[in-house]
């Protein structure tokens, strides 16, 4: 099991400890380092940045946003990237959920995702063969554009600059057992979210039968600690806003997953805490169970116990969100 440092995305500002951290885990021999994007800083920005100071790490994108950026485009900075990097990228898209794609990009959530889902992964992959231009007879991503209000001049195009690697992998992030099952068939890798190691069969029947060299990358919090429940109030801070903030009441793919976990009444009090603005009293009310099953946390021997239940499964790259570089050197020392 391969591991990489998930940065994610900024906050109120730039994270000044982000290029260190990328350095250390490089050093450490982390294969991959990652960031994201919401309604802020973007993912391949920040990326390049990184790239332009380190020399071997890989660079994923864990989540690119769909609704950003047209499937084109997104294959444009992923080849320029990947040019300017060595053959470095690898490419994480995610879909996001309504609140964010028509509150935020103004774009209609697709009445289809996985049709949508699939249509974009076909024009990135037509863009990266660069076999000839690229055209799709699709519902959500025609090219050339055919709608009411085209001008019917458009012309099926092919990039002008070569793709480093015409077979830069694509990962997507997907939660429920439909999107799994297809993102197994058409990605190259997988980027789960709440990934509880001891019952993988949550993510649908799919998972049990994995491609050779299907890549399987889960997020988790790790942080070397003495006191278990404080060390679990992070990961409870995070599931409280994902769960109760990250979309609407009544459609919260998030909310939607932790029940499927199990845990369908403390998800919806949740966010009905959360919506109610009452987020402190949210946080509280994720489950110590449920933050721990998918992170890593304690002390050194608790993480090292712990940790094996991840090598076991289908985990092929843990993508450790950490701040601390000795939690990421004790992770590195485990793993080796």
């Not at 450490?28 to 973007?42: C, F, Q």
């Not at 801070?237 to 009441?249: D, E, K, P, R, S």
């Not at 940790?307 to 050197?329: C, F, I, Q, Y």
Request: charged letters at 20%; proline letters at 9%; one cysteine or more.
């Amino acid at each position: 099991m391969r591991l990489g440092l998930a940065l994610g995305y900024w906050g109120r500002g730039p994270s000044s400890d982000h290029v260190p951290l990328a350095r250390e885990a490089e050093r450490l021999g982390y294969d991959s380092v990652w960031t994201a994007e919401s309604w802020g800083s973007d993912a391949f920005t920040p990326l390049t940045w990184i790239a332009a100071q380190t020399s071997t790490i890989k660079l994923g994108t864990a989540v690119a946003q769909m609704a950003a950026r047209s499937p084109a485009t997104t294959a444009m900075h992923a080849l320029t990237l990947d040019h300017l990097s060595g053959g470095r990228v690898l490419l994480g898209l995610g879909l996001s959920g309504p609140q964010v794609v028509e509150g935020w990009y103004g774009r209609p959530f697709p009445k289809s995702p996985l049709t949508a889902t699939r249509e974009y992964v076909d024009v990135v992959r037509q863009v990266l063969r660069r076999e000839g231009p690229v055209t799709v007879d699709g519902r959500f991503h025609p090219l050339p554009y055919r709608g009411p209000d085209a001008t019917g001049l458009g012309k099926p195009l092919k990039p002008i600059t070569h793709p480093l690697r015409a077979g830069l992998p694509v990962l997507l992030g997907a939660e429920g057992p439909r999107n799994v099952a297809q993102t197994i068939r058409i990605a190259d890798g997988w980027l789960p979210l709440y990934w509880a190691p001891s019952r993988p069969e949550v993510y649908g029947p799919a998972v049990a039968d994995l491609p050779e060299g299907f890549l399987v990358a889960p997020m988790a919090q790790v942080r070397v600690c003495d006191d278990v429940a404080a060390g679990l109030l992070p990961v409870k801070a995070m599931l409280g806003f994902y769960i109760g903030g990250m979309g609407h009441a009544a459609r919260n793919f998030h909310a939607d997953l932790m029940a499927r976990m199990g845990y369908e009444e403390e998800a919806r009090r949740i966010q009905e805490l959360f919506l109610a603005g009452r987020r402190e009293e949210a946080v509280l009310a994720v489950p110590d169970a449920f933050a721990d099953e998918i992170s890593l946390i304690g002390p050194r021997e608790r993480i090292a116990e712990r940790l094996e239940l991840w090598r076991k499964g289908p985990v092929t790259d843990l993508l450790a969100v950490s701040p601390d570089p000795h939690t990421l050197r004790v992770l590195a020392e485990l793993n080796s």
